[in-house]
């Protein structure tokens, strides 16, 4: 059973453009989170999908989107990209029915380069 | 921001000695949670706490909890060198309990 995959592994791009990075969750999980994770700093929420609808999302602008497919995979897009944005980007699902006490299972996330 | 803090942001020790990383945090939780990731790759989920809980155990790992603190504990018993790592205490908030907030992590090295 595969676990939460994400691509690309790495991206390196230039300020002002955009990005999307993909994620598949586990086999029978349904909500996909995704987070940012700066150079020796915790992950930080951005946003949670669940049924293809943006469920939470954390303290991200506009810029920050995300998409939810049928199939439960997911996208994150970054739109004009900043310097700032450079991070480690990583994907959780959980187990559909699991609820808030569901365990995440990360993905190994992708590294985000800003030039 | 970082919603919650571990401390201490470092730890060194032995093989075979104990590491406490502490958590605190700010607000209502439903539950905590401690994850590890080794060398800026994914995260691993090691244990939940529910906010109704004081105490779990898993293995070499215990934890704690103090809602009335707001604080938690992750304790490591018997290190070994493949526990290092950096710790992540997560707490679950927001409507329905579904945003999760991490520290800023402990990072632990074992030397053998």
């Known amino acids: 059973d595969a676990g939460v995959t994400q691509s690309p592994t790495h991206l390196i791009k230039t300020r002002g453009q955009q990005v999307t990075l993909r994620c598949s969750p586990k086999?029978?999980?349904?909500?996909v989170s995704w987070y940012q994770q700066a150079l020796g700093q915790g992950p930080q929420f951005i946003f949670q999908?669940?049924?293809?609808?943006?469920?939470q999302r954390g303290n991200f602008p506009d810029r920050f989107s995300g998409h939810q497919f049928p199939n439960y995979s997911s996208e994150l897009n970054v739109n004009a990209l900043l310097l700032g944005d450079s991070a480690l980007y990583l994907c959780?699902?959980?187990?559909?029915?699991?609820?808030?006490?569901?365990?995440?299972?990360f993905g190994p996330g992708t590294r985000l380069t800003v030039l | 921001s970082q919603q919650g803090e571990e401390d201490p942001q470092a730890l060194s020790i032995q093989e075979g000695e104990n590491a406490t990383m502490n958590c605190s945090y700010k607000?209502?939780?439903?539950?905590l949670q401690w994850y590890r990731q080794n060398s800026g790759r994914g995260l691993v989920h090691l244990i939940l706490?529910?906010?109704?809980?004081r105490e779990k155990h898993s293995g070499r790992l215990r934890v704690t909890l103090d809602t009335s603190k707001k604080s938690s504990s992750l304790l490591i018993t018997a290190s070994r060198a493949a526990d290092t790592a950096s710790y992540f205490c997560?707490?679950?908030?927001?409507?329905?309990?579904?945003?999760?907030?991490f520290g800023s992590g402990t990072k632990l090295n074992v030397k053998p």
């Open positions: 086999s029978g999980h349904d909500t």
């Open positions: 997560a707490t679950a908030r927001g409507y329905n309990f579904n945003k999760f907030y």
């Open positions: 959780a699902s959980r187990e559909a029915g699991s609820g808030n006490l569901g365990t995440q299972y």
């Open positions: 706490i529910r906010s109704n809980e």
């Open positions: 607000t209502s939780i439903n539950n």
């Open positions: 999908y669940y049924e293809e609808e943006e469920r």
